[in-house]
């Protein structure tokens, strides 16, 4: 009975290509995140969406495209994949917080897809 | 530049030692928090830290926040191989704070 899943959990692929990561959480919460994970196990926000709104695009190279269907999905495009681009990507959920603090409680976090690009 | 620093980056001790990691900032968070990840999955929260001064303890796990609400520190008493992992500290920030910031992340290896 997973939280927040994302998949695929492994996705190796060539220089150029379009590839699609998905991610949904069954915790009724109403924001979800994409965050980045690099060789140095350091995590970056790349987005979040609140009710299917984007309220946060942190500085992102445009061939990154994120799409949230409804608030329990929350989808990663990216167009034109860059050896750069290969870390783990975590999909990430957080339900309303206390006095406006949204972070408040804490995020739920998938298990990642590693991208490898070659 | 790093707006959380974790110190140390790496600590591999003996089982039944006792060990502090820090969490230090310059800025103020409106919250922080500790995660504690393993391999091949998501960070996990440990704990959400919120008032300056508060210390809250997991079992042997106690983190507290600084007076200032800049700095954390999470201790470890009498630490076991299962403590092992990768434990992040992360501060909300933002308008609303509607994003969590993470630090470096701190390498614990307890030997048997």
């Known amino acids: 009975d997973t939280a927040v899943s994302q998949t695929p959990k492994y996705l190796v692929t060539q220089m150029g290509n379009d590839k699609s990561i998905k991610c949904e959480q069954n915790?009724?919460?109403?924001?979800m995140y994409w965050y980045k994970q690099d060789s140095k196990k350091f995590l970056k926000i790349m987005f979040s969406?609140?009710?299917?709104?984007?309220?946060i695009n942190e500085t992102v190279p445009n061939r990154f495209s994120p799409k949230s269907p409804d608030k329990a999905h929350l989808n990663l495009h990216i167009n034109s994949l860059e050896l750069g681009d290969s870390a783990v990507y975590f999909c990430?959920?957080?339900?309303?917080?206390?006095?406006?603090?949204?972070?408040?409680?804490?995020?739920?976090f998938g298990s990642g897809t590693r991208l490898t690009v070659v | 530049t790093q707006l959380l620093e974790q110190s140390p980056q790496f600590l591999s001790i003996q089982e039944g030692e006792n060990l502090t990691v820090y969490c230090n900032s310059s800025?103020?968070?409106?919250?922080l928090q500790w995660y504690r990840q393993e391999p091949g999955e998501g960070p996990v929260l440990l704990v959400t830290v919120v008032t300056g001064g508060e210390v809250k303890k997991l079992k042997r796990l106690t983190f507290q926040f600084g007076d200032a609400r800049k700095d954390s520190s999470l201790h470890i008493t009498a630490a076991q191989p299962g403590d092992t992992g990768l434990y992040l500290c992360?501060?909300?920030?933002?308008?609303?704070?509607?994003?969590?910031?993470f630090g470096q992340g701190t390498r614990l290896t307890i030997n048997p």
């Open positions: 969406y609140n009710n299917k709104e984007l309220i």
């Open positions: 990430a959920s957080s339900p309303p917080g206390a006095r406006g603090v949204r972070a408040h409680y804490g995020y739920t």
């Open positions: 992360a501060g909300a920030k933002g308008q609303g704070a509607q994003k969590l910031v």
């Open positions: 915790l009724g919460h109403d924001t």
């Open positions: 800025s103020v968070f409106s919250s």
